[in-house]
């Protein structure tokens, strides 16, 4: 179907056949659509929808326009993708547990932009260490390691590049249908076996609410799934931090305190990293409840730790990163204290708030070319209902100046609240299985 009449079919609401969708996205890619014909079907998806059909046509059909990885490995093919938190750096500790239980993780992540932190950030704020590899260095250190975390090359779904770059510049980014397709091309070009999906909801996450949150991940897992993918998701509660670090060299000294056996520094997430590996696990076959058990073992064992080590060496970090990893990890010249003004329980927390803290402290991008200071952000965030006395501490700010510490202490306050003890969610608010 010719471009124009495609969107004029989808304008009206006409149900439209897959290869007519599917044609459409080759167009993409190889330049026959233009800009102005990509953002009206964009705009006239937003408006009308394109059905469950349809968003797996444009799913697969993104897939498909650039390179799609095969592979012949002895362990299932798996990741996890979540869409997007504050303090939240789950795959960097779920990745290398998987690969100690014999699962092979090609993950292809993303950077941060607006609140959220991103996972290639965090991994960056080790010394020498360098995400952008090419389809061989992947495919190696998969091989090799276990588990390989990376960014997406040119040739990873170039119809999506193109038609969200078009997206973002149209005012279209909000739409079910080409968020589903935007996350799963990307994911399902790694040529996975199996995906759990973590869908945030809560005032750290762009889903405030359960429904959104639902819609979403039923979109995601009925797409995944009639493309081929098995696929599961959860509902995870975004209300406070994941983790009690906001930030890219503080998350990460989270992450290798959990991975050497302080399971305390962040209980809820291990326990998330836990119930997501066991998901997986389960999905490729074996039991969950004893999935989630490898998975806990692999990370009090030690062995997680080796792996995301040698993942750490394999991406030019130091190959000593297991037992030396606070050398590592740089330091902010200014460290504050941030306490409680009065007595009572940490009854509310406004993650995004605290999300575009760290983004003013230069933590995180306003806009896609600014650059990151992996240093600075907030640790020991204190816990959703904690009871505070005065005086008790809040957080610490990393931050690079004094300037920049006032502000962020500011927004930290102005994100808080004192009060009665609130009612504490669960962690997994919902599930959406195949």
Partial sequence: MEARRLIAALRRGDTLPPEAIAGFVRGLADGTVSDAQAGAFAMAV????????????????????????????????????????????????????????????????????????????????????????????????????????????????????????????????????????????????????????????????????????????????????????????????MDEPLAPALGNATEMAVILRVLSGDRLAAPRLHDLTVALGGRLMALAGGAEGEGEEMIAHAIASGRALETFSAMIHALGGPGDMAGNWRSHLPNAPLIRDVTAPEAGHLAAIDGEALGHAVVGLG??????????????????????????????????????????????????????????????NDLVRGRVDP
Avoid at 96 to 110: D, E, N
Avoid at 218 to 224: G, N
Avoid at 365 to 383: F, K, N, Q, Y
Wanted: charged fraction near 25%; hydrophobic fraction near 40%; glycine fraction near 12%.
């Fill in 46 to 237: 937003c408006l009308k929808g394109l059905g469950e059909a349809g968003r797996v046509a444009l799913t697969t059909g993104m897939r498909d326009s650039g390179d799609r990885l095969r592979w012949n490995l002895p362990g299932p093919v798996l990741d996890k993708h979540s869409t997007g938190g504050v303090g939240d750096p789950v795959s960097l500790l779920l990745a290398p547990a998987l690969a100690a239980c014999g699962v092979y993780v090609p993950m292809i992540s993303g950077r941060g932009l607006g609140h959220t932190g991103g996972t290639l950030d965090k991994l960056e704020a080790v010394p020498g260490l360098s995400t952008q590899v090419d389809e061989e260095k992947l495919r190696q250190i998969t091989r090799d390691v276990g588990c390989a975390i990376v960014g997406a090359t040119d040739r990873i779904a170039p119809a999506d590049k193109r038609l969200y770059a078009i997206r973002d510049v149209t005012g279209t980014v909000d739409s079910v249908d080409l968020i589903t397709a935007s996350i799963l091309s990307k994911k399902l070009a790694a040529g996975l076996e199996g995906l759990v999906l973590d869908v945030k909801v809560g005032s750290g996450a762009f889903m405030k609410s359960e429904g959104e949150a639902r819609a979403l991940a039923e979109a995601l897992v009925a797409t995944a799934n009639g493309a081929g993918c098995p696929t599961a998701a959860f509902l995870t509660d």
């Fill in 363 to 424: 933590g995180g991008r306003r806009v896609e070319t600014d650059r990151i200071d992996p240093a600075v952000g907030l640790s020991d965030m204190a816990r959703l209902g904690t009871k505070l006395g005065s005086g008790d501490l809040l957080a610490r700010i990393h931050a690079a100046s004094e300037e920049a510490a006032d502000r962020a202490e500011a927004a930290l306050r102005e994100a808080i609240v004192i009060g009665d003890a609130p009612r504490i």
